[in-house]
């Protein structure tokens, strides 16, 4: 299809192509593009929860019961910050999410704008990766990255923010076949010498348990 969209709607159209079922949010200024678009798109749920960070978690369970990717979404600000804890555990349990929080539109970054808060920053140490969208055209491939990062290797949660302009702008989308990411090579392949070390320590078991 070649009309436009806006970054709402590619956002939507993104997490379908990535098999997206449900998400787990709660609404707020800098995030209210991406949800005017939503009722667009039925074959996405969106469970309201009344706390981001319970957002965050259901996002984490609902993860862990289906084997796919969960999703959250929040607002710019407080609604982000309210992610940090969910997502420094699914960082730490190797839990794959994607968090999209909106932002303050591009103009306002970095000027102390209302409810501008830099989670790219804050969240930086409690995610495999993530990233500030300011333009609509990065949108696509973005979240093509990002659900690639967050279920590949060791699994771990990725944060999108996604500016209001970035929402609000139309284009046509060009979506990604591939993705390239020379600096991200995920290691399939154990270490050898602790492979070795838990076989002799479950062969030397009387009653061994594993918790995996």
């Known amino acids: 299809m070649s009309e436009t969209r806006t ?3 590619i956002m939507c159209e993104a997490l379908i192509r990535e098999g997206v079922e449900v998400m787990f949010g709660y609404p707020g200024g800098a995030i209210m593009p991406f949800y005017h678009a939503l009722p667009e798109y039925p074959e996405l749920h969106h469970v309201l929860v009344r706390h981001e960070q319970a957002a965050g978690h259901a996002a984490e369970g609902y993860a862990r019961a289906s084997g796919q990717v969960g999703v959250c979404v929040a607002t710019s600000g407080p609604g982000a910050t ?3 804890t969910a997502l420094a ?7 794959p999410i994607v968090a999209i929080t909106g932002q303050v539109a591009a103009q306002f970054i970095g000027k102390d ?15 495999k990766h993530n990233y500030l969208v300011t333009d609509i055209e990065d949108l696509p491939y973005v979240f093509k990255e990002a659900f690639h990062i967050a279920r590949t290797g060791r699994p771990g949660p990725v944060l999108i923010d996604v500016a209001k302009n970035a929402q609000q702008a139309r284009t046509t989308p060009k979506w990604p076949e591939k ?4 600096g991200y090579r995920p290691n399939y392949e154990g270490n ?14 009387q009653k061994p348990l594993i918790l995996a």
């Open 89 to 95: 555990d699914a960082m730490m349990d190797s839990v």
């Open 7 to 9: 970054g709402a709607q």
């Open 113 to 127: 704008a209302f409810q501008e808060t830099d989670v790219t920053g804050i969240t930086q140490p409690i995610t």
């Open 192 to 205: 050898r010498r602790q492979i070795r070390e838990a076989l002799k320590l479950i062969n030397g078991a």
């Open 179 to 182: 993705i390239n990411l020379p």
């Open 82 to 84: 309210n992610l940090v």
